[in-house]
């Protein structure tokens, strides 16, 4: 592999990590940008060692991702009892829990719970409702930050195995 390719490579590398931060932080698209990385690659080495096949699964890949996720939000809230209001609030209080220092993911996750609790309380009122309501946001939340998450290691494999091997 010439050293241009193992910079790009690297770069790519970069860019993915980059990505599966992407998944925590709902600020940075994750998959999409795992798999801009690597069509990025591949148009800049010209398809040598990720070709169109693996460029389609990439795709494909990105698409259930985004698809599953969604999914996943809008069951948890749904079987809950929850509504948007929830799901917002959820957003809000993951980012809050994030900028708090100290707390790291820890405060991710709390912050995403009492988001979504105080959202559904501030639209429900009744606390026993909201709760429930509060709850579904962040297990959908939760169960779709995983599903993103396996989605996009699996791609990142895939990327280094049509490099490497």
């Known amino acids: 592999m010439p050293w241009y390719e193992?910079?790009?490579?690297?770069?790519?590398?970069?860019?993915?990590?980059v990505g599966l931060i992407?998944?925590?932080?709902?600020?940075?698209?994750?998959?999409?940008?795992?798999?801009?990385?690597?069509?990025?690659?591949?148009?800049?080495?010209?398809?040598?060692?990720?070709g169109g096949q693996a460029l389609i699964i990439l795709g494909?890949?990105?698409?259930?991702?985004?698809?599953?996720?969604?999914?996943?939000?809008?069951l948890g809230v749904k079987k809950m009892g929850g509504s948007k209001a929830g799901m917002i609030g959820a957003l809000i209080g993951m980012i809050a829990g994030l900028l708090l220092?100290?707390?790291?993911?820890?405060?991710?996750?709390?912050g995403a719970f009492v988001g979504a609790l105080v959202f559904e309380l501030l639209v429900c009122k009744e606390p026993r409702v909201a709760l429930r309501?509060?709850?579904?946001?962040?297990?959908?939340?939760?169960a779709g930050s995983l599903i993103k998450f396996v989605?996009?290691?699996v791609m990142i494999g895939i990327f280094i195995w049509n490099v490497l091997f």
Not at 6 to 17: C, E, P, R, T
Not at 101 to 110: A, D, H, K, L, S
Not at 133 to 142: K, Q, T, V
């Open 6 to 17: 193992i910079v790009f490579f690297i770069l790519a590398l970069i860019v993915m990590v």
């Open 101 to 110: 220092p100290g707390v790291g993911f820890i405060g991710f996750i709390i």
């Open 60 to 74: 494909i890949l990105t698409i259930v991702s985004l698809v599953l996720d969604w999914l996943a939000t809008v």
């Open 133 to 142: 309501a509060g709850l579904g946001s962040f297990i959908g939340f939760l």
């Open 22 to 50: 992407g998944i925590v932080l709902p600020v940075l698209p994750g998959v999409p940008l795992i798999f801009v990385a690597a069509f990025v690659y591949a148009l800049l080495t010209g398809f040598k060692s990720i």
């Open 151 to 153: 989605i996009s290691v």
